[in-house]
């Protein structure tokens, strides 16, 4: 997902964490009704074989949400979280967008 130009958030988790993806999916959906002028369409890839899979090798706990700005990484989420917590990572890091 694209929240802005130069900003692209990802989430990743297996199979042994489903149980905990609920509060990032509904912070997701949150981020991009509030933005939807904004952000690009939300897209789900199941992969390890693109870029945005080597970050899985530095993610240690998941669910987990990446956010990082033209490649870099800016900030990162993950285990168990509440969604305003999810929402407030993703909102510190990408000034532009509203606040929840």
């Given at each position: 997902?694209?929240?802005?130009?130069?900003?692209?958030?990802?989430?990743?988790?297996?199979?042994?964490?489903?149980?905990?993806?609920?509060?990032?999916?509904?912070?997701?959906?949150?981020?991009?009704?509030?933005?939807?002028?904004?952000?690009?369409?939300?897209?789900?890839?199941?992969?390890?074989?693109?870029?945005?899979?080597?970050?899985?090798?530095?993610?240690?706990?998941?669910?987990?949400?990446?956010?990082?700005?033209?490649?870099?990484?800016?900030?990162?989420?993950?285990?168990?979280?509440?969604?305003?917590?999810?929402?407030k990572v993703?909102?510190?890091?990408?000034?532009?967008?509203?606040?929840?």
């Amino acid at each position: 997902m694209n929240p802005t130009e130069d900003y692209e958030v990802f989430f990743y988790s297996n199979k042994a964490t489903i149980e905990l993806e609920e509060e990032y999916i509904n912070a997701l959906l949150e981020l991009k009704l509030s933005n939807d002028d904004h952000t690009s369409p939300l897209t789900l890839t199941k992969t390890r074989s693109t870029t945005e899979a080597k970050e899985r090798e530095t993610i240690h706990q998941y669910p987990a949400l990446v956010i990082q700005r033209e490649g870099s990484t800016m900030a990162t989420i993950s285990g168990k979280k509440a969604k305003h917590d999810i929402l407030k990572v993703i909102n510190d890091s990408i000034q532009k967008l509203p606040s929840s």
